[in-house]
């Protein structure tokens, strides 16, 4: 075997310029593939931390009818029994965050847009999203505030700013009739461009009273010490809520369509990578047949002389 290895050794670089080009091109390659699948995964992850710690977080709770039918009757009750109870369902738990949402018509006095309107504790929301650290202008409110913060992108649509007055018009819980005035306290640069465009937050207390929601939130959003632990920490919630009419949904259970998307995405990326590999093969192959063509006359020899 020593022998085979120092002879296979010598036969690459009989042509030394025809080698390094062959090895150049498979490294090319392998690099390239490993740069695109990097540059994919690490997009698709900061995409999913963007989206989860924004919008559904890595776990929510919600009534077993919210998924069917997102109203706010089907907000369920929310007390500090209920947030102790999910603290303690699993020590890998990190965060706990209430969220009230739901679409009013935001508008001003020249124009009104759809508003995506979300009760949250800033305190808490900025533990799990740094939130407060996207702040463009003015401030974060106060906890029974009636003072909103809104979307740079929203504002920008709407023509507002700091210190404007905002009107909110939208149904609240079982048909209740929910508006109010409330003060522009500060904006917020959102990283998701359409929830930027859209985007209202305003106390949850606040929140509560507008949409006569009191004590109710429409989810509870958990998230884990770390990413991996998702599933493991959704089912010691599932054990501890069991029969009370609440599920607990994993982030790709909340977002198949961002799920789907990078599959396909992924998909991509390998059929790129594939079509790099076939070609490079080819080129392999092209210089092991010249290798072996360039010394039929050496085999021939070879096996004339007895070699097999």
């Not at 992108?153 to 409330?182: C, D, K, N, Y």
């Amino acid at each position: 075997m020593k022998t085979y290895i120092l002879l296979a050794w010598r036969n690459i670089w009989r042509n030394r310029r025809r080698t390094l080009i062959t090895i150049s091109a498979i490294l090319f390659a392998v690099v390239i593939s490993v740069f695109i699948q990097s540059l994919n995964r690490g997009s698709h992850e900061t995409m999913i931390d963007h989206m989860a710690r924004y919008n559904t977080g890595y776990m929510q709770m919600q009534d077993e009818r919210y998924a069917d039918e997102p109203s706010l009757d089907n907000a369920f009750y929310y007390d500090a029994e209920l947030l102790e109870r999910a603290m303690a369902a699993d020590a890998r738990i990190e965060i706990v965050l209430p969220r009230l949402e739901t679409f009013m018509l935001a508008a001003n006095g020249d124009a009104a847009r759809g508003a995506l309107v979300l009760g949250i504790e800033a305190e808490k929301e900025h533990r799990l999203n740094n939130l407060m650290d996207r702040k463009t202008g003015g401030r974060f409110f106060g906890k029974t505030e009636e003072a909103v913060v809104i979307g740079e992108g929203l504002a920008a649509r709407m023509g507002l700013g700091v210190g404007e007055t905002l009107a909110l018009i939208g149904q609240g819980r079982f048909a209740m009739s929910a508006s109010g005035l409330f003060t522009i306290v500060g904006t917020v640069e959102h990283p998701v461009r359409e929830m930027n465009d859209r985007i209202v937050y305003m106390p949850i207390e606040t929140a509560q009273y507008l949409l006569s929601a009191e004590n109710h939130v429409t989810a509870l959003l958990f998230a884990p010490e770390r990413v991996r632990q998702t599933d493991a920490v959704a089912q010691s919630l599932r054990s501890v809520f069991a029969g009370e009419g609440l599920r607990v949904l994993t982030w790709p259970e909340l977002m198949p369509e961002l799920l789907d998307f990078i599959r396909f995405d992924m998909a991509g990326a390998y059929l790129m990578s594939s079509i790099l590999y076939v070609v490079i093969g080819f080129g392999f192959f092209g210089t092991v047949l010249t290798m072996t063509l360039e010394r039929m006359r050496e085999f021939g020899v070879l096996i004339a002389i007895g070699m097999k």
